[in-house]
């Protein structure tokens, strides 16, 4: 297989210092890109972000995703734009709404989603460039803001999305679009085929809109291992309701009801239990490094431009997962 394209994903459930570790073999191995997730109450994205640009050469970094609902879009666009100033032509971008439950339990709630996102990437749009903005939407007001300086590039900003009226938003006004972890390959077909539409709707074709999308992985010679490296990621975020299609769409069933609760109370060990090693195969990469790299193929198959590996396991094993870049 000759992939030209592969990123890195850090969910910041591991220290600062094991995802620069990580981050400077990426930039080695050739990766293109390492995406930074903001899971609320574990290692902030934008912090940690600046903290790769700075320890790296090469590799484009992208803090994963900037939600209007924790980061207004000044603090975002300056946040952004400094990050740039740092590693002029390194930097992406990815607006989102964020995890609904994780902001919930942060007393955080998620409105009108679809009017935020158009308002929030307009906004955040009109912000990196340097414009004097005056925007009085429904959601957003600005007035006569102006960024002190500008970014020196274009900064790309990719939407995040799983149901098919966001990926249709993100087809229509993003550069690209990202899929959370956890999509089963069906699902990416369908989510592909929904972002397609929203091209088509802003008369711009699927070509012009990159999609990008996580995907859990865990490399080991031990079958067992890699299998139980995987399941607590996905336990993570198979909480959240709106995977209910893709899990379907996978073959395998979950209690979410129950997946919720068990990590509301940071049951990680009784969550694990509600994912089957049938659930693991179907929405991730889990395998022998070999295995790994034929699953991998599927993903890609169904239309992923850009697959973005989300290392499990160990430090040693998250290693593994990096080096499956090596000769791709």
């Known amino acids: 297989m000759a992939l030209r394209r592969l990123g890195l ?48 050469k090469r590799i484009k970094v992208v803090p994963v995703p900037l939600s209007p609902y924790s980061r207004p879009p000044m603090m975002s666009a300056m946040a952004l734009a400094t990050m740039e100033e740092l590693a002029p032509g390194r930097v992406w971008a990815t607006a989102g709404t964020g995890n609904a439950a994780a902001l919930e339990e942060a ?42 300086f500008k970014p020196s590039s274009v900064i790309r900003i990719y939407m995040t999305a799983v149901k098919p009226r966001m990926l249709r938003l993100s087809g229509e006004i993003g550069d690209g679009v990202l899929l959370s972890a956890g999509c089963a390959p069906k699902y990416i077909a369908k989510c592909v085929e929904e972002v397609k539409k929203g091209a088509e709707r802003a008369r711009k074709s699927l070509r012009e809109r990159d999609m990008a999308g996580f995907i859990t992985t865990s490399v080991s010679d031990n079958p067992r291992e890699a299998i139980d490296a995987s399941k607590t990621f996905l336990a993570y975020i198979f909480r959240n309701k709106h995977h209910a299609e893709n899990i379907r769409m996978g073959g395998g069933k979950v209690d979410q009801e129950s ?70």
């Open 259 to 328: 997946l919720a609760a068990a990590i509301g109370r940071r049951d990680w060990e009784g969550a694990k239990k509600l994912i089957s090693d049938e659930v693991v195969f179907a929405h991730s990469i889990t395998g022998t490094p070999s295995e790994c790299r034929r699953r991998l193929e599927e993903f890609v198959a169904e239309g992923l431009d850009l697959p973005i590996l989300l290392p499990m396991g160990t430090q040693e094993a998250r290693k593994k997962v990096v080096e499956l870049a090596r000769g791709l």
């Open 107 to 148: 007393g955080i709630n998620v409105t009108r989603p679809l009017k935020t996102m158009r308002e929030y990437m307009q906004v955040l749009r009109s912000l990196l460039s340097g414009e004097t903005v005056h925007f009085h939407g429904e959601v957003f007001n600005i007035n006569g803001a102006k960024m002190g």
């Open 9 to 56: 994903c850090f969910d910041g459930f591991y220290s600062i210092n094991e995802m620069v570790e990580l981050a400077r073999l990426a930039d080695e191995v050739g990766m293109e890109s390492i995406w930074m997730s903001d899971h609320i109450c574990f290692r902030d994205s934008l912090t940690s972000a600046m903290a790769f640009l700075a320890t790296t």
